[in-house]
């Protein structure tokens, strides 16, 4: 991948040069390292980061960012790899955290440098960290930081989850003190990097590649293996992100948004989809993922996608009773060749491929990939705003928008997954699928903004999920 910063954005003119910078870090680690030593000093070199990377937050940026962000929607693409099999028993749920958060640690996470933003396609927790959050030095105290990291990634690292790291805003003022980053890397141990599935770098500077280098002899010293060196995957631009992940939930900064477009703006660089592939999938007739539910529903003249059914009666037999149904990941190239055989019209048997993760994670491919949530967006408004009501005026209130509002295609389609989760919770004791985590999973599938999305809304929309496993016998009435 091509980087931005090879291509050059102004920068401090008294920015030392990239050679003059290696020799400041090497000399300064080697120092700290020195007889297999933390770094016991706290002294920093005086140096920015690099000629071609980092622009240095205003202070007017700084304000803007705190008073508010925006949000950055986009599409799913399936990571690569095989996850590994070591999903435990307990589920963590976002709530939990954020309850402690503003409790114990109230002082670090008032800044939100650390933020849980949902599961991704494969039920991966996806844990945002923001450079340009970082108060300045001298109004944090770093080893508190470290606690509430450690604490934070504690309620999800038993299972698979990845991070995405916004890396533009880290100035000369904010940043750690390179000791401190050694030091956590230490404290993370393997509890922390076994689980963890990739880790994005967005807006990566010269100064992360060579300190990243730096650390790889640390590294492999540590492990013996550059296997943690795989999962790092540098993001030049917002938009490539959608080659890896959903991030509908993800709350970017402003200040990163900002950044991420001046360097479009400058760069003009190619995106991931082409005008010719959206026409492609609109002419093709079979084409399931990625289109608008009528048009699947008319061109295979059925009730119920062919897709979900086939997903959905699979599980049904083989996978109610399976522990972390619809919370585990599944082989890409495995995932991509269903979509890929559905899309062209092709009947999937699933006992074939002996995975029952592949289709649970395909049934939230295809709901994810509508190009309208099942629910509509124009349900999204009064959905939301459910939780002002009081609750017996909220069960009339679903009621009627059922009745009234969601379209009879899009109403029977819902009833019969509904239905289906309905029964997976009844096996909870077993595949650790309660009703929570179950709508913790889906909420994000079922409905989601036609504009920008706000992370504050992500607990509601999960909340209704919850609600219409747990009263589908009323809600569903017809």
């Not at 479009?264 to 539910?293: C, M, R, T």
Request: a negative charge; charged letters at 25%; one cysteine or more.
């Amino acid at each position: 991948m091509s980087s931005t910063n090879e291509q050059g954005l102004q920068n401090k003119t008294d920015t030392p040069s990239g050679e003059e910078l290696s020799s400041e870090l090497l000399a300064e680690f080697h120092e700290a390292n020195r007889d297999n030593e933390l770094f016991a000093s706290t002294e920093d070199p005086e140096f920015e980061f690099d000629e071609s990377g980092l622009q240095l937050a205003s202070k007017e940026d700084l304000a803007r960012e705190q008073a508010g962000e925006i949000a950055f929607r986009s599409g799913a693409i399936t990571p690569e790899g095989l996850i590994e099999d070591d999903f435990e028993k307990e589920l963590g749920t976002p709530s939990d955290a954020e309850d402690n958060d503003e409790s114990e640690f109230r002082d670090v996470a008032q800044y939100r440098i650390l933020e849980v933003a949902g599961d991704d396609t494969y039920g991966r927790k996806v844990i945002v960290a923001s450079a340009c959050r970082l108060p300045p030095s001298s109004q944090i105290n770093h080893e508190r930081l470290m606690e509430y990291l450690k604490y934070t990634l504690d309620q999800y690292v038993e299972n698979d989850y990845v991070i995405v790291y916004f890396h533009y805003g880290l100035t000369s003022k904010n940043k750690p003190k390179l000791g401190w980053m050694l030091q956590m890397y230490r404290e993370l141990d393997r509890k922390y990097k076994k689980n963890l599935k990739a880790l994005y770098l967005v807006h990566p500077t010269n100064f992360i590649k060579l300190l990243l280098n730096i650390f790889k002899p640390f590294i492999r010293q540590e492990h013996g293996s550059a296997k943690f060196g795989r999962k790092i995957m540098y993001v030049d631009y917002l938009h490539k992100l959608k080659e890896h992940l959903h991030f509908d939930q993800l709350v970017v900064p402003s200040l990163v948004l900002e950044h991420d477009a001046k360097i479009l703006s400058a760069q003009k660089p190619s995106y991931p989809y082409s005008s010719d592939e959206s026409e492609a999938a609109v002419h093709n007739p079979k084409q399931q993922f990625g289109v608008k539910l009528q048009q699947i529903l008319q061109n295979y003249k059925c009730v119920i996608p062919p897709v979900v059914e086939t997903c959905v009666e699979f599980l049904r037999k083989n996978a109610l009773d399976v522990e972390g149904i619809f919370r585990r990941s599944a082989n890409a190239s495995v995932l991509k060749d269903v979509q890929k055989r559905f899309n062209q019209g092709e009947t999937v048997d699933f006992d074939e491929i002996n995975d029952v993760h592949i289709p649970a994670v395909t049934l939230k491919t295809f709901l994810r990939d509508l190009q309208e949530p099942i629910l509509t967006f124009d349900l999204y408004q009064p959905v939301v705003r459910l939780h002002t009501l009081e609750e017996d005026r909220q069960l009339i209130e679903v009621q009627r928008l059922f009745r009234e509002e969601l379209p009879k295609e899009n109403y029977i389609i819902l009833k019969y997954i509904i239905h289906f989760l309905t029964q997976v919770s009844q096996y909870s004791d077993s595949n650790k699928m309660n009703t929570v985590n179950l709508a913790i999973v889906f909420g994000p599938n079922l409905l989601w903004p036609k504009g920008q999305a706000n992370l504050s809304t992500i607990g509601h929309l999960n909340s209704f999920a919850a609600y219409l496993i747990d009263n589908y016998t009323q809600l569903f009435v017809r």
